[in-house]
């Protein structure tokens, strides 16, 4: 059978994502503080302190089950702008995977897609607007390329991430065009969008999950 992230890992990896949020709380914090309101920390420590209560006591059969919690959980917990734009990032990734216990490269490809999709539809930022989307778009933009190249999913995964730290690192020279850092224009070049290095974690997630 060719390479496949199973539930049991994507869960293992999710529940150590919720730990990262709460150890880079005061960095994600400070890196809104610069050019936000200082508050994407406590943010996503809120609303991943809730996944890990859900997803401590589940022993999730199928991934698309899981992906629903993860996503709802964000959603319920009002965590700021970009709470609403991961809940939305897990829930669409959930369609892809109702009733898989694992998922392959093509999964993946279909169920990023739609996540950026999601993100894209309820945020309306673009690319270069300095957000969490200049992580996701470059890394789900790779990840469809490694599928059409063929690649297996171990180098689509490496290429995956490698896209997506890029993506995060270039928004450093980025001035932010949409949301609250938006007002401060010139003042943001220079820093790191929160939210890029937030779904940075996010999305590195998905490659930890993929045990060779
Ligand atoms: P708030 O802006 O409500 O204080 P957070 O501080 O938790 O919420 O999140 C801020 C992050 O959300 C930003 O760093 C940016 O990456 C992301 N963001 C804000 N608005 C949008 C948007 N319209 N589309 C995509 N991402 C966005
Ligand atoms: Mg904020």
């Known amino acids: 059978m060719s390479a496949r992230i199973t539930v049991q890992n994507l869960h293992k990896s999710l529940l150590q994502l919720c730990d990262t949020m709460e150890k880079q709380k005061n960095y994600l914090s400070q890196l809104d503080g610069a050019i936000g309101d200082g508050d994407h920390g406590i943010n996503m420590a809120k609303c991943f302190r809730g996944v890990k209560q859900k997803l401590a006591t589940a022993t999730p059969?199928?991934?698309?089950?899981?992906?629903?919690?993860?996503?709802?959980?964000?959603?319920?917990?009002?965590?700021?702008?970009?709470?609403?734009?991961?809940?939305?990032?897990?829930?669409?990734?959930?369609?892809?995977?109702?009733?898989?216990?694992?998922?392959?490269?093509?999964?993946?490809?279909?169920?990023?897609?739609?996540?950026?999709?999601?993100?894209?539809?309820?945020?309306?930022?673009?690319?270069?607007?300095?957000?969490?989307?200049?992580?996701?778009?470059?890394?789900?933009?790779?990840?469809?390329?490694?599928q059409k190249e063929s690649q297996n999913l171990a180098s689509a995964l490496t290429a995956f991430d490698k896209a997506a730290h890029n993506g995060m690192e270039s928004t450093k020279d980025m001035k932010a065009k949409i949301g609250r850092a938006s007002r401060l224009g010139d003042r943001t070049l220079g820093h790191l969008d929160a939210g890029s290095v937030s779904c940075f974690y996010i999305l590195k997630a998905f490659v930890n999950a993929y045990d060779e």
């Open 61 to 146: 059969q199928d991934i698309g089950g899981m992906l629903n919690l993860v996503g709802s959980e964000i959603m319920n917990s009002i965590g700021g702008a970009s709470g609403a734009l991961y809940g939305t990032l897990f829930l669409s990734m959930a369609n892809g995977a109702q009733a898989k216990s694992s998922i392959g490269l093509e999964d993946l490809v279909a169920m990023f897609k739609a996540a950026l999709a999601g993100v894209r539809a309820i945020g309306k930022a673009e690319a270069g607007d300095k957000t969490m989307l200049d992580t996701l778009l470059p890394a789900v933009e790779g990840l469809e390329k490694s």
